[in-house]
């Protein structure tokens, strides 16, 4: 009897024990001024979930008054730091997709769409099939949510085609982009493309049928094929004011239906460069801040020294030393070089918007639009993942960045 107790005694420390070890290793808490209350808080963190979040009277290292929010989702990203998830010649690889996600983590964006554009059917298939393969690796954290398609049914129009190479531009092809859709693990979330092409309304409600998520862009729709393409299913303007010619009719083009049309959301890309101040005030003030996603259309040439570069068509693209990336040939943008945490800054400073608003605007509405919905907001039983950073003049200083729970960056200083 006296040992049966002994050991029921025994198990019960040991049992104990493990518990304590187990929650130590498991459990954390990460302190920060709320990016909504502006108040000091501590958020309990268990199995890289958010279990409690907690007032604090004051944070514990009161010296570094960093806030807390949730990582930035980023639905557009063609590439960073030297790779592409577009080009061909396979120079995308597995080691490349974690570099760039890598990068990315240090600017904050914690899950992003892979972007997709206009490319040959075989390049596209490749890429898709190798982002799919690799996608849940662990060294990447789940920070690739699925992928983005900006193109190939986009307008063939000089001027609202943008940068996409007009040979591989081509109408809505249903049995193709079914080919992408198994090839991507049925992984894409988005596809833009532009309504006014034959078929696309079908192609549209197909899609929004199979739950990917209808983007309009690149396209010089009128107001009823703007409005038919929402009733159809589509969901949001992909970078609106861009992907759109230099010279329009004033009262005849595809701003006015697509601002006027309030089920449309929009993204907006806020890096200095491809809107005006004025535009990004008028487009927030229209579509608010529940409507409206910040995005970064970020390339492979982000993050290098200015300069000038070759892209895959052998065209000479320039990194300006503001950073502005260019294609001179043809006198477009070339998507843009600077990651979303500057877009965020920007925007606060553009329109005086809160930083809860901004965060919104590039967490929480993306992971609403694309059904993630572990993510995108500091709650109970979301994934960890935080940053932690200061307001800089145009962009956020990113200090950490945790992904479910791991410090996956952290600055030098
Ligand atoms: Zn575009």
New binding site residues.
Partial sequence: MRSMLFTRFNLLIIFNLMTIINSSLAQTKIEGISYLTKKPVSVEIKDGKIVGIHQLEKLSDNSRQLYIAPGLIDNQVNGFAGISFCFAGGQLTKEGIVKATQELWKKGVTTYLPTL?TNTKEVMLRNLSLLAATKNEPALHGSIAGYHL?GPYISPVDGYR?A?PIKYVRKPDLSEFNQFYEASGRNILTI?LAPELEGAMDFIRKCTEMGVVVAI??HNANKEVVDLAVTNGARIT??LG??CANTINRHLNPLWPQLANDKLMASIICDGFHLRDEEIAVFYKVKGPDNTIITS?VTSFASLPPGEYKNEEGETIELTKEGMLRLPAQNVLY?SASPISRGVARIMKITGCSLGDAIRMSSTNPAKLYGLNDRGEIKKGMRADLILFEIGESELQIKKTYIEGNLVYKTGE
């Fill in positions: 554009t900006e943008g996409h833009t862009g690149h992909t970078h861009n992907g259309d998507g």
